[in-house]
């Protein structure tokens, strides 16, 4: 896991790589059938804002999503098939890797999870929304996450 802290800059250029001449508009309604959805997790709103083939990387897709947690909601313990950033916009999340103590990230926070890393995190206020931008990039029509029982 690692947080840098007001990475602007490189939110700003994944969304330059998002956002050129194959980018889908919001007339498009992208779809994130890499992601999970609403229903499988309990006060956790997903957005997919872009989905996009990468160039120069066959059967990969960068998805950019917008979620938003409830005061409280989690996400219980999981892994992710590919690399995954997270951009806190609004709130707090606490993420906690598997057998490691539990960080905190505010807005401008940055962090990237590398893949098969087991965590779980958390909108860690029980009064105000947690918002951030998550970036995925993963082999199409693969599941960017795995649930733990």
Do not use: C
Not at 7 to 30: E, F, I, M
Not at 97 to 112: Q, S
Not at 123 to 143: G, K, M, Y
Request: aromatic letters at 6%.
């Amino acid at each position: 896991m690692r947080i840098n802290r007001h990475a602007g800059g490189v939110v700003l250029l994944v969304l330059a790589l998002v956002t050129g001449p194959d980018r889908a508009t919001s007339q498009d309604k992208p779809s994130g059938r890499e992601l999970p959805r609403a229903v499988e997790i309990p006060g956790v709103k997903p957005e997919v804002l872009a989905r996009t083939e990468v160039p120069g990387a066959p059967g990969k897709v960068m998805i950019v999503s917008r979620t938003r947690y409830q005061p409280g909601a989690r996400v219980r313990k999981h892994y992710h098939t590919s690399q995954v950033t997270f951009y806190i916009l609004e709130g707090t999340m606490t993420v906690q890797d598997e057998g490691k103590e539990p960080v905190t990230l505010k807005a401008g926070d940055f962090l990237l999870i590398k893949p098969g890393t087991v965590h779980a995190h958390w909108n860690a206020s029980t009064a105000e929304p947690l918002v951030f931008l998550e970036h995925v990039i993963v082999d199409q029509d693969q599941r960017s996450a795995v649930f733990m029982e």
